[in-house]
């Protein structure tokens, strides 16, 4: 049995998926059960990973787990699933843990969440992808209401990556051998601007879309909006200082999966109704 956490969201959905296909046993945590479809022999469970005493039931018969970063007391949870019989983890960190900022208060916390894990007894393989490209489902409420997205850091390029890929990855660390002790860098296959994701858009939309670039005052009062101080004050550190860099494209979806990552055209075409 496998324990899918954040199994409606963007990676844990895609996981399920990957690993129900497979036939093997499979059990989505939820804080929600019955809150999202799940396919066919797919358990569901209540739980919350910010309190480890209300997971008896989701870890009871769990061998392997796949758990996010950032959880209130990740070695609380963790020595509670080794308690109950996991052998084995998959952290779904992210690339800003290898800048090591602890000034920064995004990358403190995937360093502490990746700390937990490598001390927690388990066997343990941590992933670091780079921007996700469902990110680019931030613009479609504005663009089912016009042509112009207006976004910040438009001159920083990033290689996104499919959450399909992130998810085959995590599936393959957890169904075969030779990942313990590993960290894998996952990038998609192409470095991107924000104006190149939306041309790409457009072509598979049919439609002719714009892209602005907000200034830093514009991008920050937005920002501020949707999340607290500290984790914009993170995202600025990261692309408009220059902080970390999220262009590179590396290999290892492919080695790792025997085929190449998914193109932002394809993660388009597949999600173009949510833009409409």
Request: charged share 20%; aromatic share 6%; net charge neutral.
């Amino acid at each position: 049995m496998i324990l899918v956490a954040g199994a409606t969201g963007n990676v844990g959905a895609e996981l399920v998926r990957v690993l129900a296909a497979t036939g093997g046993p499979v059990r989505a945590l939820s804080r929600r059960p019955g809150s999202a479809a799940l396919p066919a022999g797919v358990t569901s469970v209540r739980g919350d990973l910010n309190d480890p005493d209300s997971l008896a039931d989701a870890l009871n018969g769990a061998r392997g787990m796949f758990v996010l970063s950032g959880y209130r007391d990740m070695p609380g949870l963790l020595r509670r699933a080794r308690e109950a019989g996991v052998r084995q983890v998959v952290l779904l960190s992210g690339s800003s843990a290898g800048a090591q900022d602890l000034d920064n208060a995004i990358s403190r916390y995937l360093v502490a969440s990746e700390a937990a894990v490598r001390e927690s007894g388990l066997a343990w393989t941590i992933l670091r992808p780079v921007s996700f490209m469902s990110n680019t489902l931030q613009w479609a409420d504005r663009l089912r209401s016009g042509d112009v997205v207006r976004v910040p850091f438009a001159d920083v390029a990033v290689a996104p990556i499919d959450p399909y890929d992130i998810a085959a990855v995590a599936g393959e660390a957890l169904l075969s051998g030779g990942h313990g002790g590993r960290v894998y860098a996952l990038t998609g296959p192409e470095s991107l601007r924000p104006a190149d994701r939306v041309q790409v858009l457009g072509s598979v939309l049919g439609r002719e879309l714009r892209c602005v670039g907000q200034t830093d005052a514009e991008a920050r009062a937005e920002m501020s909006a949707a999340m607290p101080s500290q984790y914009v004050d993170a995202f600025f550190r990261f692309f408009a200082d220059g902080m970390l860099d999220e262009s590179a494209v590396l290999p290892t979806v492919a080695e790792l999966t025997g085929r190449p990552p998914r193109t932002f055209r394809q993660w388009a075409v597949a999600h173009a109704a949510a833009f409409t």
